[in-house]
């Protein structure tokens, strides 16, 4: 994770774009300031980072499935649960998949867990449009390749 | 078995927190209920789900905005009906 640049997600282990899912890790920094502040004494990742890692998997899936046809964007968060504590250095494995493919929009369904043990669930809905600066394509190509993103994937 | 109209009613009343006497055929999702589009991307969700289909929304949305069609026709919800009427029709026909 690089949370001063919001880039939560490390890498991808698998996207299955026939079946719909995909599961990626998430590396927790050892330090950061976050964990001065949240919490004193007890250090733990904020619940909003731990959905946002969910919705950052979710939308790399939404991108494999589109072929980078469309950027997804986090509209809707529902039965965000907060399971378990996510400790600095621990290793957080994604798991999400599609649940439907709408017009414009599509929602996921998303579980983090440590090892075995499930520490955060979500639904999530976002809005799917076509990338809206050429920049940004830019900044997703080059994130795809950070995080292993299968190149057969993107087009 | 409940028509489309009281289908859709029904998923409008339970995801907008409307209440469902207050949702008539001649309603206008946005101008008379004041559904907005995240609300709208909800039932829309809901109503895939419900009836099997995929609303064409960005299209619907598109000629809209190209002065081709009002929203009148897709948002009044006795219209929305027939247009889901007819995207289930067509589904079974290709089926």
């Keep these: 994770m690089q949370l001063d640049y919001f880039k939560l997600i490390d890498r991808i282990v698998d996207l299955n774009i026939e079946a719909k899912t995909i599961t990626v890790e998430a590396q927790v920094p050892q330090q950061h300031t976050i964990f001065e502040g949240h919490f004193p004494g007890f250090p733990i990742m904020p619940g909003v980072l731990l959905t946002e890692a969910m919705a950052q998997s979710s939308g790399w899936l939404l991108l494999g499935v589109t072929k980078f046809a469309r950027m997804p964007f986090l509209a809707m968060v529902k039965e965000a649960k907060m399971r378990g504590f996510v400790s600095p250095g621990q290793l957080l494995t994604i798991e999400a998949k599609i649940e439907h493919e709408g017009s414009g929009f599509a929602v996921t369904s998303a579980k983090g867990r440590v090892g075995k043990e499930l520490k955060c669930s979500a639904d999530l809905t976002f809005r799917q449009i076509p990338f809206p600066d050429p920049s940004l394509r830019v900044h997703m190509d080059a994130e795809a390749a950070r995080i292993g993103f299968p190149p057969q994937a993107m087009t | ?95």
């Design chain 2, 1 to 95: 078995m409940s028509s489309t109209f009281d289908q859709i009613a029904t998923i409008i009343a339970e995801t907008c927190d409307i209440p469902r006497d207050t949702i008539t055929p001649e309603s206008h999702a946005i101008d008379d209920l004041g559904i907005d589009s995240l609300d709208f991307l909800d039932i829309a969700f809901a109503i895939d789900k419900a009836f099997g289909i995929k609303m064409p929304l960005e299209k619907w949305t598109q000629e809209v905005n190209d002065g081709k069609a009002t929203t009148e026709q897709y948002f009044v919800l006795k219209n929305l009906a027939a247009r889901i009427d007819e995207l289930v029709a067509a589904k079974t026909a290709g089926a």
